[in-house]
């Protein structure tokens, strides 16, 4: 299958590394113009090296931005004010016990992980559907059906970002813009990393220490591992012409296979 996104601006949120940087990445690949988004724009410019690393003529900037506010999302759209695809992948994560889990921690999750994706949505679906084209997906994760017990918090957001995208599809019904929700696994990134090892025996080398978390905290994982480019092909396809008639569908990335497209 040959993904030409050539004449597309692409904005990912989240992107200065691991799975938006992988999205972005695979998104100028195949020709889009890319928009990498973060708070510190040190980060960003670093990212944009390593992209370009990979994807030597890549046509990519920068908006350094909070987008867990109205402010940052304003700037975002200031200086982007139109987008063909809008990828959220902006989002936090942490295990906690669950009844230790404060009221503040609860509005937190629901904030970054979900508002600031309906903030976004709001902004550039209505130029999408005036085009007749565009692209909205929401990186959800596995936690949205299987809710953890350390992650109560982070699970809530995720089964409402299901909601989000299964809604604003809707919106967009007949348009020629899809929105989809991808449902990722546990991807290897640095921070990641750092929260496996919190459950699991910290001399462990890497691979040993994914495969004990997977096999006791995920064992509903096939591949028992996810790599964010594994993510970032998925991404891509479902921004692609190829992809016009998936919307309104939560798919699942399980170790590197699309598991299932929910309706």
Known sequence: MRIDLTGKKAVVTGSSQGIGLAI??????????????GR???????????????VPDA???????????????DRLQR???????????LGIFGARPPLEITDEEWRTYFDTNV????????RYLPGMTGRGW???????SDSALVVPAEMIHYGMSKTALLAVSRGFAKEAAGTGVTVNSVIAGPTRTGGVEKFVYELVDKDLPWDEAQRAFMRLHRPQSLLQRIEP?????LVVYLSSAQASATTGAAVRVDGGYVDSIVP
């Not at 972005?24 to 988004?37: F, K, Q, R």
Request: hydrophobic content about 50%; aromatic content about 0%; some cysteine.
């Open 24 to 37: 972005a990445s695979g998104l100028a690949a195949a020709g889009a113009s890319v928009v990498l988004t």
């Open 40 to 54: 510190d724009a040190g980060r960003l410019e670093s990212a944009v090296r390593t992209l370009r690393d990979g």
């Open 59 to 73: 046509d990519v900037e920068t908006v350094a931005c909070d987008l867990v506010t109205e402010e940052g999302a």
């Open 79 to 89: 200086a982007v004010p139109e987008a063909d695809v809008l990828v959220n992948n």
């Open 115 to 122: 508002l600031s994706a309906v903030r976004l949505i709001r």
């Open 134 to 140: 565009g692209r909205v997906q929401n990186i959800a």
């Open 229 to 233: 480019e594994e993510i970032a092909n």
